[in-house]
């Protein structure tokens, strides 16, 4: 049966579901966990429910058969996604968001879940396709805005001052975003100039001095050779 190995790998990673989309990326997913989709009414932020793991494998197949047989149906598509994206079957999890961003492009959330799918598929351009279009229907959103700068630390020929612009307009939009904070230090130091991301650092320090970033970027200024933790 075809969603036999999403059942097994939901049900041992996802014993407790809620309801709204699979949401944010990198370190904003320390913030906000995975999620399953909830109609495109609801919104992202849709009241959670749990769902018991008795439950699971009825909920899989119901899931999955309603996006299969439905192909139109946005819900359904991005449910399936979320469902693939939450067992790490990112390939998976992108074919069912790419259905769902051609049936609602101006969807921002749907925009942003499949540049997540893509970014955790190390696919970080085609990611910034994505990011890009839901900055382009919500400029002002900090999490997708630090996700399209953190594709260009993380791609293959790094562009590491386009990714300190994004991270910087990030901030403009939330003064207090710790992750575009964190990730500007990083790609600072990756650009070379290691004072620079001390005195981020510094400034990291004051915004958020009990947050766990705070450890992780004085790490990677401190190793011998930069990377990103």
Same mark, same amino acid.
């Given at each position: 049966?075809?969603?036999?190995e999403?059942?097994?790998g939901?049900?041992?990673?996802?014993?407790?579901?809620?309801?709204g989309?699979?949401?944010?990326?990198?370190?904003?997913?320390?913030?906000?966990?995975? $999620?399953?989709?909830?109609?495109a009414?609801?919104?992202?932020?849709?009241?959670?429910?749990?769902?018991?793991?008795?439950?699971?494998?009825a909920?899989?197949? $119901?899931?999955? $058969?309603a996006?299969?047989s439905?192909p139109?149906?946005f819900?359904?598509?991005? !449910?399936?996604?979320?469902?693939y994206?939450?067992?790490?079957?990112?390939?998976?999890?992108?074919?069912?968001?790419?259905?769902?961003?051609?049936?609602n492009p101006?969807?921002?959330?749907?925009?942003?879940?499949?540049?997540?799918?893509?970014?955790?598929?190390?696919q970080?351009?085609?990611?910034?396709?994505?990011?890009?279009?839901?900055?382009?229907?919500?400029?002002?959103d900090a999490?997708?805005?630090?996700?399209?700068?953190? $594709?260009?630390?993380?791609?293959? !020929?790094?562009?590491y001052?386009?990714?300190?612009?994004?991270?910087?307009?990030?901030r403009?939009?939330?003064?207090?975003h710790?992750?575009s904070?964190?990730?500007?230090?990083?790609?600072?130091?990756?650009?070379?100039?290691?004072?620079?991301?001390?005195?981020?650092?510094a400034d990291?320090?004051k915004?958020?001095?009990?947050?766990?970033?705070?450890g992780?970027?004085?790490?990677?200024?401190?190793?011998?050779?930069?990377?990103?933790?």
């Amino acid at each position: 049966m075809k969603s036999r190995e999403v059942i097994i790998g939901v049900v041992c990673l996802a014993i407790g579901l809620a309801v709204g989309f699979y949401a944010a990326n990198s370190l904003n997913r320390d913030q906000a966990l995975a $999620t399953v989709a909830a109609p495109a009414a609801a919104g992202p932020n849709a009241a959670s429910v749990t769902v018991p793991a008795s439950g699971m494998q009825a909920d899989v197949t $119901t899931t999955l $058969t309603a996006a299969d047989s439905d192909p139109q149906n946005f819900a359904a598509q991005m !449910k399936a996604g979320d469902m693939y994206a939450q067992i790490g079957r990112f390939e998976k999890a992108v074919e069912y968001y790419k259905r769902g961003v051609v049936i609602n492009p101006s969807n921002f959330q749907a925009n942003v879940v499949l540049g997540n799918a893509l970014f955790d598929s190390q696919q970080f351009e085609e990611a910034e396709a994505y990011y890009s279009k839901a900055l382009q229907i919500n400029p002002n959103d900090a999490n997708a805005r630090t996700d399209l700068g953190t $594709t260009y630390v993380e791609r293959p !020929k790094p562009d590491y001052q386009r990714a300190i612009e994004e991270f910087q307009r990030a901030r403009q939009a939330d003064p207090n975003h710790l992750p575009s904070l964190y990730y500007l230090g990083i790609a600072t130091l990756r650009k070379g100039d290691r004072d620079g991301a001390k005195k981020i650092l510094a400034d990291l320090e004051k915004a958020g001095p009990t947050s766990d970033l705070v450890g992780r970027l004085r790490q990677n200024i401190e190793a011998p050779s930069p990377t990103i933790q």
